[in-house]
């Protein structure tokens, strides 16, 4: 709580860069505490900081995409994460940050996706399963013709015993 609110007044009263690090560090005081809207207000406030500092923004960016993450945005994570790969010059440590981000992302996206094919297929199978079981069990591939299934207890019309009877003595 003292580092927080020490961090405010830096950030509030101070417009170089120690301002922008200040609240970079309550943004990411804020997303400790799980307070993500409060997070992202901080963040923006960084980013539109008049003179900004590209270090400090593009680390704030990085808090953005995690935040994104933390309220299931996963679509503007990975927005986030590639912007700043495109556009930060800074190089070194931050584009390596959000790149690292960003395969962990995909990764975990294209595992997702393996997991829900694998389990389509599965479904698929039991299903296929099941008809091939249900298949065997009913006479003439399947087809159910009245007094014809087997069971005994198959009441027949007048009409079908008649026919029967004549396709028997047909025979």
């Given at each position: 709580v003292l580092a927080k609110e020490h961090f405010q007044k830096i950030s509030n009263s101070v417009k170089s860069e120690a301002g922008a690090e200040a609240r970079y560090e309550v943004a990411m005081i804020y997303f400790r505490q799980g307070l993500y809207k409060e997070t992202e207000k901080i963040i923006f406030e960084l980013i539109n900081q008049i003179p900004s500092y590209d270090y400090w923004v593009a680390k704030g960016f990085i808090l953005l995409s995690d935040n994104y993450l933390a309220l299931g945005d996963?679509?503007?994570?990975?927005?986030?994460?590639?912007?700043?790969i495109g556009n930060y010059e800074g190089g070194g440590e931050i584009l390596r940050i959000a790149q690292v981000k960003l395969d962990a992302i995909l990764e975990k996206e294209q595992s997702d996706e393996k997991k829900k094919a694998e389990e389509m297929m599965k479904k698929q199978t039991e299903y296929d399963q099941i008809l091939e079981d249900e298949m065997e069990g009913t006479p003439q591939g399947g087809i159910i013709t009245p007094g014809k299934s087997g069971n005994s207890n198959d009441s027949e019309t007048p009409e079908t015993q008649e026919n029967n009877e004549n396709n028997e003595n047909n025979e």
């Open positions: 996963v679509f503007q994570a990975k927005h986030t994460l590639r912007s700043i």
